[in-house]
């Protein structure tokens, strides 16, 4: 069992960054990846980004390139997803979610094994 504890989240103006974490307890050192997923009112959950526990390999959505990074402490078993240039469409739920091994795709919401409780993020002026 992994738990994951989101943390970061808030009221931004357009603009503006924020920097989520996720930390992890339990099973950690058979997690395969950490993934970042939102869901606005009224829409579906997507993927934002990912990263792989060991290697830190890093994946984005389109609407994330550029603008989130995603990365991961392993000795504090944390991952973290940054955020910059904030907009308005970015208001959501963000949760992070964990994957032991083996390996899956890490861009779908299907296949991970563990989900944080979700933090509220909202770009406002």
């Known amino acids: 069992q992994v738990q994951l504890v989101e943390t970061g989240g808030g009221l931004v103006q357009p603009g503006g960054s924020l920097t989520l974490s996720c930390a992890a307890s339990g099973r950690t050192p058979e997690m395969y990846g950490m993934g970042w997923f939102r869901q606005a009112p009224g829409k579906d959950r997507e993927f934002v980004s990912a990263v792989t526990w060991r290697s830190g390999m890093t994946f984005y959505e389109d609407f994330a390139q550029g603008r989130f990074f995603a990365s991961r402490d392993v000795d504090k078993n944390t991952a973290y997803l940054q955020m910059n240039s904030l907009k308005s469409e970015d208001t959501a739920v963000y949760y992070c979610?964990?994957?032991?091994?083996?390996?899956?795709?890490?861009?779908?919401?299907?296949?991970?094994?563990?989900w944080g409780q979700g933090i509220q993020v909202i770009v406002s002026s």
């Open positions: 979610a964990a994957k032991s091994w083996p390996p899956i795709d890490l861009t779908k919401t299907a296949g991970y094994d563990y």
